[in-house]
């Protein structure tokens, strides 16, 4: 079982590019998230959803924007990036249950 | 909404020692609160839960207090080792939203 699969691991971004990363989980999970973790803080939501077609924003949601148009695929897309958005963002899934299984993360440097 | 404070941000132990770390949450509704362990480089990973009608949950050298009249709850992890080197963090969940709110983690350093 891959679990929860982000792409890309590493990415460098230019002030005002766009930018999609991917988040893809294979056991069919209704619960996606997406969370970003600066240095030394906690998690911070970004998006999540409950179901396909269902997206709900979480605390940080500026300067983002989701899709979850299958059960599988929630990637969270970034138009103008901004320094501020450097960052590791974590992709996480659950059944709906409590417990959060999480993807390895994406580190982002914006320049 | 939903805030989690954790305490120490930072904690050395000697191999063998005690670990504890504290959270305190302000929202009555939460009632699971889950504790997951990040490697370095990796994604954090559950270690430990409880639910709110549940007082104190053991695994192996592991184990989880909750409060729930005070709002909040612990993680103690016993006869600590070099590998339990890593951040914590704690976790308050809605049930109804099925959102967790994150502590911002403690850092546990096991010297040999």
């Known amino acids: 079982n891959a679990g929860v699969t982000q792409t890309p691991k590493f990415r460098i971004l230019k002030i005002g590019q766009s930018m999609t990363l991917q988040c893809t989980q294979d056991m069919n999970h209704n619960y996606m998230y997406w969370y970003r973790q600066d240095p030394g803080m906690g998690l911070k939501l970004i998006y999540y959803s409950v179901g396909a077609g269902i997206t709900d924003k979480g605390e940080v949601p500026n300067g983002y924007n989701v899709s979850r148009s299958t059960t599988e695929d929630f990637p969270l897309r970034l138009e103008l990036a901004a320094p501020s958005q450097t960052s590791v963002y974590f992709c996480a899934s659950n059944a709906g249950g409590p417990a959060a299984f999480f993807g390895q993360g994406t580190r982002l440097t914006v320049v | 909404g939903e805030n989690v404070e954790q305490h120490p941000s930072t904690l050395s132990v000697q191999e063998g020692d005690s670990a504890v770390i504290k959270c305190t949450y302000s929202d009555s509704a939460s009632n699971y609160f889950p504790w997951y362990k990040q490697e370095l480089g990796k994604g954090p990973q559950l270690i430990i839960d409880?639910?709110?009608?549940?007082g104190e949950k053991k695994d192996q050298r592991i184990a989880v207090t909750l409060n729930k009249t005070a709002k909040h709850f612990s993680l103690h992890i016993t006869e600590t080792q070099p590998e339990d080197s890593a951040v914590y963090f704690c976790a308050a969940t809605d049930p109804h939203a099925g959102k967790s709110t994150f502590g911002d983690g403690t850092t546990l350093t096991v010297k040999p």
């Open positions: 409880i639910r709110s009608n549940v």
